[in-house]
Nanobody, 124 residues
Framework: QVQLVESGGGLVQAGGSLRLSCAAS???????????MGWFRQAPGKERDFVSA????????IYADSVKGRFTISRDNTKDTVFLQMNSLKPEDTGVYYC??????????????WGQGTQVTVSS
């Protein structure tokens, strides 16, 4: 079992920044099925969409087009924690942000473990 706990959400004005954290615990090491830690977000009434992911083994990163150049994902393997630095935030970035662990970088179906989510609200 893997447990994920997100933190760092909040209310910010457009153009501002937030840093999300996701701490993983449990059986998180040494498995291909758990190589990626990713972030997804879900706005009210919409699907849960991919935001960014990072490979825990190689450090490979990938971003959704909508956040490229504004968001940066990073990891601290010693603490089994992933971070999402979000700059130049826009109102359309508003949503619940979920951390996940899985085998596929962008497909929601490729993630088997999910956190409870943290709310990010960007006011205009």
């Amino acid at each position: 079992q893997v447990q994920l706990v997100e933190s760092g959400g909040g209310l910010v004005q457009a153009g501002g920044s937030l840093r999300l954290s996701c701490a993983a615990s449990g059986r998180t090491f040494g498995s291909y099925a758990m190589d990626y830690m990713g972030w997804f977000r879900q706005a009210p009434g919409k699907e849960r969409d991919f935001v960014s992911a990072i490979s825990r083994s190689s450090g490979y990163t990938i971003y959704a087009d909508s956040v490229k150049g504004r968001f940066t994902i990073s990891r601290d393997n010693t603490k089994d924690t992933v971070f999402l630095q979000m700059n130049s935030l826009k109102p359309e970035d508003t949503g619940v942000y979920y951390c996940a662990v899985g085998r596929s970088p962008t497909a929601r179906s490729g993630y088997d473990y999910w956190g409870q989510g943290t709310q990010v609200t960007v006011s205009s």
